[in-house]
């Protein structure tokens, strides 16, 4: 009786296991189906490219804002905009393409669009987030950890990582900076676009 049992419950395993439909790795909700990159200057001298890889089947309308504002295919976006906000040991932050100082910026849906989830935590450096001003008020802005930022979790959307260039992000994360912690130097976006 209960090795009919087992033999019954395993034949019932595998024919849920085969008649389930199986993702692949680039239909998993991590997967990273866009690559963004960003060519760096600091003043005049370019620091490098930073590779930013994006979860669009977890966080679609996130990822099409983002790529699309990398590629200015609606007439505005990243291309020439600065890194306005460096905190050494934490973060850096940009995308604010209309002000420069972190108090502008829109999305391609208008000023504002809600968070899309929260599937995806700040869990160590190079993780791509939306910078928002509250739940709900996301726009272009965005920041990259320079750590773990856990109390962040649940409060900014996460859709991407660096892929490529953690070695840039490291140094821009480390540049002087002044009031407001605006770097002393600007540190602009020279080109932007999608990767193959």
């Known amino acids: 009786m209960r090795r009919t049992t087992v033999l019954l419950l395993a ?9 389930l439909p199986k993702l692949t790795d680039s239909e998993l909700p991590g997967a990273i189906t866009h690559r963004v990159y960003f060519d760096i200057a600091q003043g005049d001298e370019k620091v490098g490219r930073i590779v930013l890889g994006l979860y669009g089947n977890a966080l679609p309308k996130t990822v099409e804002n983002f790529r699309a504002l990398a590629t200015g295919e609606k007439g505005f976006g990243y291309k020439n905009s600065n890194f306005h906000r460096v905190i050494k040991g934490f973060m850096i932050q940009g995308g604010d393409f209309t002000s420069g100082d ?5 999305s391609i849906y208008g000023n504002k669009f809600d968070d899309e989830g929260f599937m995806f935590k700040h869990d160590g ?4 987030s939306m ?6 008020t996301n726009g272009s802005q ?9 109390w962040l979790n649940n409060h ?3 859709f991407g990582r660096v892929v490529e260039g953690m070695e840039v992000l490291m140094k821009l994360g480390s540049v002087k900076t002044g009031a407001s912690d605006r770097p002393q130097q600007a540190v602009k976006i020279i080109d932007s676009g999608v990767l193959p």
Not at 131 to 136: L, M, R, T
């Open 11 to 19: 034949v019932l395993v595998a024919l849920v296991y085969f008649a």
């Open 156 to 158: 900014h959307v996460v």
């Open 131 to 136: 910078a928002n001003s509250g739940p709900n």
């Open 102 to 106: 972190g108090r502008g910026g829109r």
């Open 142 to 150: 965005f920041f990259i950890t320079l750590v773990e930022t856990a």
């Open 125 to 128: 450096a190079g993780v791509l």
